[in-house]
């Protein structure tokens, strides 16, 4: 096994592995047939790269566009008082994660000076007529901004969003100045927004056409948001082009991705083991949790090889879990359930200050005990004793340790299991860069809502002998 790094993200994955896991995976396994699967993987997935299919790992080096996602940052970051993302499933998602890591779960409950004068950010993510309309109704058209994202300019949910908040702000300001609060991000030539940016000289960022949704958070999908809150994407960019670097590694044992690949894709298809659980022990990794969770289950979830010729069905489940919120609910089906899940865990090192618990009641043991701790320090020793518990269960985990949540520490984290999803996509033989299995009910929708190409389509009756 490789050393591991003297800083940066840390990968333990000694809870997979005998002799510290009973029943665990065999370590000479990775210096033999696993290795050779991983190197194959590798190579598929260079010449895919290579191929520009895999436009992700260009991201942490794209200097042009992030200079350019910046200056537009530093530009409406001043003129508005909110900010609000209309983009659902990976145009939604990874601007979530990016929030609630670096600027915090409370974030828009801050005053204006607590917030440095940047504006609130708001991820308006699903269609829910009541969600929108409650924020409709806190906030003022002259103050806010729009930023509308959709790869394909015509994403149903997104733009049902935009016509409503466009016509929220004409009915505010007028249609001449409407235009000022919006701010598209698409595809960089085609598209019903791209047109619609250039017909009405709204600015706009481009998605590279070789970067899928899912794999867009380091792209002015993500960036943007967080620019303007006044995030480090530069830090971000740079704790991503690291871990970029690590995982190009040809020794598996030195290539976090590789590792984390490889053990996950053989403790689903050797040792039944299909649920992936990513269990971070830090409320501003939540969200990065439901990030992992789409990325890891579009991209791998297939009915066809990645030639589209031979069923195959094959997939992970990932579950996004929190710790250690649910120590007090899925544990126990995590400990003595089917044995059917592996848990990885997210720990932080470094926490920043925090005060020390009190000793209020000396005289209470059951309390006293806690004095003199940190609640990190609580969070810390029940993520460790978690995955002892778990070992020696034979409940296989592995855990991944950031040494701070910063900027550098997260983009690390994000391009790891980005480079892990592709590489486990090569491992299964499915193209992770595709979604076949979203695009009929795509199809039935607009059907259903008249769009102009879509056939209405015949739904099943149903029974009414079955409607209790």
């Known amino acids: 096994m490789a050393d591991p790094p003297e800083t940066g993200l840390r990968l333990d ?5 005998r002799p510290h896991l009973e029943g665990g995976l065999d370590p000479e396994r990775l210096d033999s047939e696993l290795q050779d699967r991983f190197t194959s993987a590798l190579e598929i997935t260079i010449r895919r790269r290579e191929a520009g299919e895999m436009g ?6 794209a200097r042009d566009t992030a200079g350019r996602v910046q200056e537009l ?11 609000v993302v209309l983009g659902i499933g990976g145009s939604g998602l990874g601007a979530i994660a990016l929030a609630h890591a670096l600027l915090g779960p409370g974030w828009n409950a801050r005053d204006d000076e607590a917030r440095d004068h940047y504006p609130r950010l708001h991820v308006v993510d699903n269609p829910d007529p009541a969600t929108l309309h409650d924020l409709l109704g806190r906030l003022d058209p002259a103050r806010v901004l729009f930023n509308v994202v959709s790869k394909s ?10 016509l409503l908040a466009r016509r929220w702000v004409e009915d505010g300001l007028g249609e001449d100045q409407a235009r000022g609060h919006f701010l598209f991000t698409t595809d960089p030539a085609r598209g019903a927004l791209r047109r619609l940016a250039e017909g009405e000289d709204i600015p706009a960022l481009p998605v590279p056409e070789n970067v ?28 991503a082009a690291r871990m970029e670097e690590r995982c190009r590694v040809e020794d598996l044992t030195a290539n976090p991705a590789g590792m984390l690949a490889v053990l996950l894709h053989e403790a689903d298809t050797g040792q039944g083991r299909p649920i992936h659980v990513l269990m971070p022990y830090a409320d501003r990794l939540r969200s990065v949790a439901l990030w992992f969770q789409q990325l890891w289950a ?17 997939g992970p489940t990932p579950l996004a879990s929190s710790g250690a919120v649910d120590q007090h609910s899925l544990m126990q089906l995590f400990m003595e359930g089917p044995a059917d899940k592996v848990v990885l865990f997210v720990g932080v090192e470094d926490r920043g200050e925090e005060p020390l618990i009190p000793d209020c009641h000396p005289g209470v043991p059951s309390l006293s005990y806690l004095a003199g701790h940190t ?26 340790t950031l040494p701070r949540i910063d900027a550098g520490s997260l983009g690390e984290l994000l391009m790891l299991f980005q480079v892990a999803t592709v590489l486990a996509g090569a491992l299964y033989g499915v193209d992770p860069l595709d979604q076949p299995g979203v695009e009929l009910g795509k199809e039935l929708t ?7 190409g879509f056939d209405a389509p015949s739904l099943d009756p149903g029974d009414p002998r079955w409607v209790l």
């Open 13 to 17: 994955v000694a809870n997979l592995l």
């Open 56 to 61: 992700f790992f260009d991201l942490p080096y």
């Open 73 to 83: 940052a530093d530009g409406f970051g001043q003129w508005f008082e909110d900010v």
């Open 153 to 162: 300019g015509s994403t149903a949910e997104t733009m049902a969003q935009y």
């Open 212 to 239: 899928g949704g899912r794999f867009s958070v380091l792209s002015p999908v993500g960036l943007l948001p967080a620019a303007v809150c006044g995030v480090d994407i530069a830090a971000l960019l740079e704790g």
């Open 298 to 314: 579009e991209s791998l979830g297939k009915r066809r090889d990645g030639g589209g010729g031979t069923t195959v069905g094959v």
């Open 375 to 400: 609640l990190g320090a609580l969070l810390d020793a029940e993520l460790r004793a978690s995955a002892e518990a778990l070992r020696r269960r034979g409940r296989p985990n592995a855990t991944l």
């Open 446 to 452: 607009y059907g259903l809502l008249g769009r102009e």
